[in-house]
């Protein structure tokens, strides 16, 4: 029998039961390595057999897919040589070995302090589940769309303007274009639709928490 272990830094499929760690991190990689090894050891301590690129556009839905068809396709073509004892294999670094534990509630929130790219990263690397949020007068939003606009001088946090596909927040260094999203106690919308409940010249400049 054969365990096998994913990683999306860190992404484990163990035992045919997929879980996520912190984040994707998106940022910090291109490839996600893909391993199999006839016993998983501990903190993913495989040995690296194939990698998927991350596209710009990849949320953590298309990751799992992605790496569901690739791991299926690598089972196929290297279980003989495994069995064997023939099978060509990379190890991994083990000083790189890391716990996936439990995404928490608070890892979930989103941080405008950081770069626009580390929070369009944090929201694509939560979707669809759990997904990121935000605190908007005291109230959970969660983000489950967006993209990086335009450069902004307002303080990280700010509700800097209103566009026909969303608004935007700024960030550290840019904004972050808010495009779709689920309000508390209500169902996932586009953040246009959003926007025609709210008034809109009172809505630019609140700060999100």
Do not use: W
């Not at 710009?56 to 069995?83: C, F, R």
């Not at 890892?107 to 997904?131: A, C, G």
């Not at 335009?150 to 700024?170: A, M």
């Amino acid at each position: 029998m054969f365990n096998c272990a994913f990683g999306i830094y860190k992404i484990f499929k163990k035992n045919c039961c997929i879980r996520a760690n912190r984040h994707i991190h998106c940022n910090k990689l291109d490839n996600i390595g893909h391993t199999s090894s006839d016993i998983v050891k501990v903190l993913a301590n495989g040995i690296i057999m194939d990698s998927v690129h991350i596209k710009e556009n990849d949320n953590l839905d298309l990751v799992y897919e992605k790496m569901s068809h690739l791991g299926a396709n690598l089972l196929i073509k290297t279980l003989p040589s495994i069995i064997e004892g023939t099978n060509q294999r990379i190890k991994q670094d083990e000083s790189e070995v890391t716990y996936a534990y439990n995404v928490s509630r608070e890892e979930e929130k989103l941080d405008f302090n950081k770069t626009s790219k580390e929070v369009y990263n944090h929201i694509r690397s939560l979707y669809p589940f759990p997904t990121s949020y935000l605190m908007l007068e005291e109230k959970i939003i969660k983000i489950t769309g967006a993209y990086i606009g335009k450069t902004t001088t307002s303080e990280p946090g700010v509700i800097t303007n209103i566009y026909k596909d969303g608004f935007g927040i700024s960030t550290k260094d840019n904004e972050i274009i808010i495009t779709s999203l689920k309000p508390e106690g209500k169902k996932e919308m586009k953040a246009s639709d959003y926007l025609n409940g709210v008034k809109k010249e009172e809505f630019i400049g609140k700060r999100v928490k």
